[in-house]
């Protein structure tokens, strides 16, 4: 067996890395359709969404977006910053130039 053979090929996650930040980006965002309850939900979902991008974007990356969407989701007026598709512009756009 060579090498090559025993290597796997890395998986392209670009594609499904913008989907899903565009969803959680959207799961952000509901909270403006919901008055006042909406910025309780946003106690849960802050936690959450900083565990899902630092899982997501691995490093310095995902620990930043991680403190970022964790601060821009407790603080009410911000819900409309997409985090995780910024991040993920930052990560395949700006990043590899």
């Known amino acids: ?13 670009k594609k499904r890395d ?12 509901i909270s ?6 909406g910025e309780l939900t946003d106690l849960v979902w802050a936690p959450i969404s900083g ?5 997501m974007y691995k490093g310095t990356v995902g620990t930043v977006g991680g403190i970022t969407v ?3 989701e407790l603080i009410p007026g911000l819900d409309f ?3 995780f598709t910024l991040t993920w512009i930052y990560t395949y756009w700006i990043k590899k130039k």
Do not use: Q, R
Request: charged fraction near 20%.
């Open 18 to 29: 913008l989907v899903l930040g565009l969803l959680f980006d959207a799961i952000g965002f």
């Open 32 to 37: 403006y359709a919901i008055p006042f309850l």
């Open 51 to 55: 565990l899902i991008i630092l899982k």
């Open 81 to 83: 910053i997409p985090t």
């Open 1 to 13: 067996m060579t090498k090559e053979s025993i290597v796997k090929p890395v998986k392209d996650t």
């Open 70 to 72: 964790f601060i821009e």
